[in-house]
Structure formats: C-alpha cells, structure tokens
C-alpha cells in the first residue's frame, strides 16, 4: 500500500461504516413530516416547540405538559439522543406519548438533527 492509496481507503471506511454528513436543508425539507406536530419556533402545538431543543433537557421546556415518563427522563438532547429517540422513541423514552414511530433512515435522521442544531 501507498501514502496515495490512503484517501481512498478512508473514504471506504467511511462508507462501509455507515457514516453519514449532515445536511441541514435537506433536514428542513425532512421536518416537514414533524410540522404537523412541531414548530421549529418556541410556539407549542401537540408537541413541544423545537426552538432551544438541541442541549435542553427532555420534558423541561417552559410552558409544555409532557407525559410522565418524559418528564421523569434523564435524556439530554444532542447528536447521540436526537438520533436514537428519532429512530425509536419508546426505546429511548418508555412511556412517551409522541405518537411517531421512528425513522429507520439513518442519513434521514442525521439530516434532521443538523437541522435541529439550527433552531437557537
């Protein structure tokens, strides 16, 4: 093996292990599913507004009522909890009442995070 055949083979790495660059657009044009829910404003609907939410406490927004289980939750929102609760909400939240099931998307689900990120 050559110093030149590195690049490649850490772009392969890379690919065979799943990783994934943010795209915050297409994470906007993904949320759009979540809008009938969410806002990406501070304004509640059925669900909590998202403005704040990446580094927030889970259940802790001022104003919401969150179920039980969410508000008993030691989840902190950032890259790692956003992606899991995303994938399978009930499995990081037992209990929750977000009535999503979950994106099996992982490049869709770290689209969205990167979006999320955008909303301070």
């Excluded at 927030?56 to 956003?82: E, H, N, Q």
Aim: proline fraction near 5%; include cysteine.
């Amino acid at each position: 093996m050559t110093i030149r055949s590195l690049p490649a083979l850490l772009f392969l790495a890379c690919a065979a292990t799943g990783a994934h660059a943010q795209d915050a657009a297409a994470g906007g044009m993904a949320f759009q599913q979540c809008a009938e829910c969410h806002s990406p404003t501070a304004a509640d609907n059925a669900g909590p507004g998202l403005k704040g939410v990446f580094g927030r406490k889970a259940g802790a927004k001022d104003g919401f009522i969150y179920s039980p289980a969410m508000k008993k939750s030691a989840v902190v929102w950032d890259d790692k909890t956003l992606d899991a609760y995303l994938k399978d909400p009930r499995a990081v939240v037992p209990g929750t009442s977000m009535a999503y099931g979950g994106d099996d998307d992982a490049k869709e689900r770290a689209d969205l995070v990167a979006y999320l990120k955008t909303l301070r």
